[in-house]
């Protein structure tokens, strides 16, 4: 008997698309293994080194490769096959969490093994996302991106949910070993749900393939005069240098000010989570939404706010609570930044836009993980996390007068005329 979906909510209809649900299942258990990882390896460092510099290093190496690679990932994903970029990327991951699992199990892994492993997983991450974002795309067209991205965060959310709640709860049970051999076994699996994926083949044909640098040439062009486009890149920067980092020190926090132990520190981590699932199914379930970008910009400001009442929250629950009502505003940030940058180039930029959003991302997490890293070592990580989330919430007011939160977003077909 052939369950049927409704066909009258967008999220169940995109959901009847078969290939869609096996790159979204692929993309969950992804996710809650790369989140389990970071949580695992963060409060590996954080017993071993007692540092909240070192511990801000972790998101540092995690994201240090987006700069240099995110604009050629960009390219390979429009001009290679999709499924093999993400297969060569699983492979990696695999590989790394099998070495650093001998490792731990052996008694050997010291601060630089686990600065190497997220740097591998943060270069996997580089080439994945413009080949997963835009495949989704062109599986489920223009019509129904914003349904099908929304799904997308929601499994997104699911595994950032369960990932360091598990791994908490397997560090209490199990120690690191115990949590990171299930690590391993999640990208196994990973890697084998990726012969269920199908991606539509939308490639050039090679020979009438522009030269690499004329390419980027012509996509940071496109960018620059697109305001819409270039709002939202501003906005990216802005709130990876200054809002999300604070995630990267929520351990500490937990620890330190709460006085938990892993398996509520994990909680804690996951709240944001929480949040993130509940907006992602309120964007799943809109229909026709054109105000993309002041939808964009109010997610941010959300997830700014909260972040200063987090580190003065006394109470455990509250800041559990406080950080769930920030996920809702990473949700509404994460799922129109998406559906800006891909509905506003045309197909053949596309996978070179969530590259060059890729690239911003890079750019600004890194900055600000240091600077929160290095004040909240001299002074605290409240005071640290305050002063740049009241920053952030300064730098957004330019934004907030661009056409990103006047100009209804609007796709554009045609692609810009070569030199």
Same mark, same amino acid.
């Given at each position: 008997?052939h369950f ?6 967008p999220a169940?209809?995109?959901?009847q ?8 299942y692929m993309?969950g258990?992804?996710?809650m293994?790369r989140?389990m990882?970071?949580?695992? !390896?963060?409060?590996?460092? +954080?017993e071993t %080194? ?5 511990l801000? #290093? =972790? &998101?540092?190496f995690n ?8 604009l ?9 096959s999709?499924?093999?970029?993400l297969?060569v ?8 969490a ?12 010291v ?6 492993a997220?740097?591998m997983?943060g270069?996997t991450?580089a080439?994945?996302?413009?080949s997963?974002?835009?495949?989704i795309?062109?599986?489920v067209g223009?019509?129904?991106?914003v ?6 965060q ?11 709640? !598990?791994g908490?709860v397997? +560090?209490?049970a %199990? ?6 051999? #299930? =690590? &391993? ?18 490639q050039?044909v ?14 940071l ?7 819409v486009?270039?709002?939202?890149l501003?906005v990216t920067i802005?709130m ?5 980092p604070?995630?990267q ?8 000010q709460?006085l938990v ?12 989570g ?5 907006g992602?199914?309120?964007?799943g379930?809109?229909?026709?939404l054109?105000?993309h ?22 109470w455990y629950v509250?800041?559990?609570?406080v ?7 990473q949700?509404a940030?994460?799922t129109?930044q998406?559906?800006?940058?891909m ?5 053949e930029?596309?996978g070179?836009m ?8 890079g ?6 993980t ?16 305050s002063?740049n989330?009241?920053a ?7 934004a907030?007068?661009?056409p990103?939160?006047?100009r ?6 045609p ?5």
């Open positions: 008997m049927r979906r409704p066909t009258n909510v169940f209809t995109v959901l698309n078969r290939d869609f649900r096996a790159i979204w993309g258990l992804h996710e293994a989140r990882e970071l949580f695992v !390896l963060s409060l590996l460092i +954080l %080194t007692d540092s909240l510099f070192n801000g #290093l =972790v &998101l540092v994201n240090l490769p987006r700069p240099f690679l995110s050629f990932a960009g390219l390979v994903a429009d001009r290679f999709r499924l093999r970029i297969a990327a699983q492979t990696i991951n695999t590989l790394v099998a070495v650093i699992l001998l490792l731990i199990i052996t008694g050997s892994v601060p630089w093994h686990v600065f190497l997220v740097f997983q270069l991450k080439l994945d996302d413009p997963r974002r835009t495949a795309l062109d599986i223009e019509r129904r991106i349904n099908a991205l929304s799904l997308d929601i499994s997104n959310t699911v595994g950032k949910m369960s990932g360091p709640l !598990l908490g397997l +560090l209490e %199990t120690g690191f070993t115990g949590a990171y051999f #299930l =690590v &391993l076994a999640m990208n196994l699996v990973t890697l084998a749900l990726l012969t269920r994926v199908r991606i539509p083949n939308y050039r090679a020979g009438q393939m522009e030269p690499i640098w004329r390419s980027l040439s012509t996509s062009r496109y960018a620059f005069k697109n305001p486009l270039l709002g939202m501003y802005v990876n240098a200054l809002a999300f604070v995630q020190f929520i351990p500490a926090i937990g620890r330190d709460l132990g892993p398996t509520l520190i994990g909680l804690l981590v996951s709240a944001e929480v949040g993130q699932f509940i992602a199914g309120i964007m379930a809109t229909r026709n054109q105000r970008g002041r939808v964009f910009m109010i997610g941010s400001t959300l997830v700014l706010l909260m972040s200063i009442v987090f580190v003065w929250s006394p509250m800041a559990f609570v950080l769930t009502i920030g996920g809702i505003g949700a940030f994460g129109m998406s559906s800006i940058t509905l506003s180039a045309p197909r930029l596309r070179r969530v590259g060059l959003m890729s690239f911003c991302i750019v600004g997490t890194p900055l600000g240091l600077e929160i890293g290095a004040v909240a070592t001299a002074f605290s990580a409240p005071w640290a996390i002063v989330a009241l952030g919430l300064l730098l957004l007011l330019p907030a007068l661009t990103l939160v006047w209804p977003t609007v796709q554009l077909e692609a810009p005329a070569q030199d």
